[in-house]
């Protein structure tokens, strides 16, 4: 089992959160979400808002707090094979009380499958329905990054 490592990422202002399923080898190398180069989240970010690129993991979370987004993961800890969500077993959800007792969360969006699924049988009845979100992953190729934005506007949207 591979317990996950990293802090989830909010404050007190957080009216949104938006989960993935597990941080990928490169991100838990580097010890923040979306660590790997290819994964289009940081992009897709970037250009939602109309932020310059981020510079490094200050900055990225810096924008997080600043916009009021809560950002953390749907497990906790599994058996997985390399980052294929495909292969997650023995999925223990990730206790989200704090967060929703912390802070104003309006909203939940998942980005991906594999974290919608674990946070609707997990997750959803205590917390309430979650948007899936196509996933922002170099493996999801069939969605370019404007179609990526096209779709994830509702987390902008929903912050207005």
Partial sequence: MIEHPIAPVYNEKSRILILGSFPSVRS????????????????LMAALFEEKPFADIPAKRAFLLAHGIALWDSARR????????ASMREIEPTDLSPLFAAAPIGR???NGRASFEIYRKFQEPRFGP????????????AWSLSRLEEAWKVVREALV
Avoid: K, M
Wanted: hydrophobic fraction near 40%; charge should be neutral.
């Fill in 78 to 85: 599994c058996e997985i094979r390399g980052s294929s969500d």
């Fill in 130 to 141: 979650a948007i899936l979100l196509p996933s922002t992953s170099p493996a999801n190729a």
């Fill in 28 to 43: 838990r190398e580097v010890g923040f979400f979306y660590g790997h180069p290819q994964n289009r989240f940081w992009l």
């Fill in 108 to 110: 939940v969006f998942c």
